[in-house]
């Protein structure tokens, strides 16, 4: 089974605190990405990387950066958290090549700016 | 980059009743499209997906949906609901000519009244 496994389900942070996000893939994808998911709002790309040290910014890349530096680890950082900040963050890999590109989950990062 | 509309922000229906969920995309020629759904309190879990070929698509639990080029569009239907598809539901496009980034709808939230 594809396993993409993100360090916390929940995390309280305090407003001007650096946060950090980490999400791991072990099925050797290519791709991988950072979203917030907002009700209502769906589901918002912030970051996306298709290569080691290799990213594209997403929708929504304000008041965030991206790491990675191995091929199955990609932390998502919050450098000065904020209260808008306070939402549910999903990361997910896929293959990059041509044929199935679907993209797997993790089980999500509530994460709440107090 | 591409983009997706999910027309329906919710769509209530009666249990056995049909239901068609829509989305629109926005984008180069080559792409891939996608459904998930994602059940109360759980993660995102692939419905189904278009990749090439035959224009129908049929996914898990009776779910179908057909690719229309000419409209960029990618509706989900499903001939009869039951209580336990009350779920939010996102479109995705993967885009073939960017490393396969992938950007999603909004969501549509079914609920299905018995």
């Known amino acids: 089974d594809v396993k993409v496994t993100q360090s916390s389900r929940y995390l309280v942070k305090r407003t001007g605190e650096k946060v950090f996000l980490e999400c791991v893939q072990d099925?050797?994808?290519?791709?991988m990405f950072w979203y917030r998911q907002d009700p209502g709002l769906g589901l918002r790309l912030i970051y996306f990387?298709?290569?080691?040290?290799?990213?594209e910014k997403g929708d929504i890349p304000e008041g965030y950066s991206v790491s990675r530096e191995k091929k199955e680890r990609f932390s998502l950082i919050l450098e000065s958290a904020s209260t808008n900040q306070t939402s549910m963050y999903l990361c997910?890999?896929?293959?990059?090549?041509?044929?199935?590109?679907?993209?797997?989950f993790g089980q999500g990062t509530r994460l709440t700016v107090v | 980059a591409q983009s997706v509309t999910q027309l329906d922000s919710q769509v209530p229906v009666f249990e056995e009743a049909p239901v068609e969920l829509r989305c629109n995309y926005s984008?180069?020629?080559?792409?891939?499209l996608f459904w998930y759904v994602q059940y109360p309190n759980q993660g995102l879990q692939l419905l189904l997906k278009?990749?090439?070929?035959?224009?129908l698509v049929k996914g898990i639990n009776g779910f179908e949906a057909e690719f229309n080029k000419s409209q960029t569009s990618f509706h989900l239907r499903k001939p009869s609901v039951h209580i336990s598809d009350t779920a939010e539901y996102f479109c995705?496009?993967?885009?073939?000519?960017?490393?396969?980034?992938?950007?999603f709808g909004a969501g549509t939230r079914l609920t299905v009244k018995p």
């Open positions: 997910a890999s896929s293959f990059s090549g041509m044929g199935n590109t679907e993209a797997f």
């Open positions: 099925m050797d994808h290519e791709n």
């Open positions: 990387s298709y290569d080691v040290k290799m990213k």
């Open positions: 984008s180069s020629v080559s792409v891939y």
């Open positions: 278009y990749l090439s070929g035959s224009t």
């Open positions: 995705a496009v993967s885009d073939q000519d960017n490393n396969n980034d992938m950007r």
